[in-house]
Nanobody, 120 residues
């Protein structure tokens, strides 16, 4: 069983920065993808940023240029540095980890979510 522990978040003003972190515990495949998704009220869940264990990175279009994702493979920790935050970045940020099962199908694990609120 894989568990994800999230930290960071909070209330900031527009233009300020925040850093989120997430650590996966349990038996996670060494080949995996970890990242962050955002859920805002009335909106679909969207990808914020993901990073694979090989270092391949993907950013959501709405955050490109303002966020930086990094990870430490030795302890399966992923960090998201968010700069120049905007009110539109407000939402619940969920950490996720994905691995392939024995048949090659994707298996997802989710954190409980952490609130980020950006005031104007």
């Amino acid at each position: 069983q894989v568990q994800l522990m999230e930290a960071g978040g909070g209330l900031v003003q527009a233009g300020e920065s925040l850093r989120l972190s997430c650590t996966a515990s349990g038996r996670l495949s060494t080949a995996n993808v970890m990242g962050w998704y955002r859920q805002a009220p009335g909106k679909q869940r969207e990808t914020v940023a993901t990073i694979s264990s090989l270092g391949n990175i993907n950013y959501g279009d709405s955050v490109k240029g303002r966020l930086n994702i990094s990870r430490e493979n030795v302890n399966n920790t992923v960090r998201l540095q968010m700069n120049n935050l905007e009110p539109g970045d407000t939402g619940t940020y969920l950490c996720a980890a994905m691995e392939a099962d024995s048949e090659g199908a994707a298996r997802f694990y989710w954190g409980r979510g952490i609130q980020v609120t950006v005031s104007s």
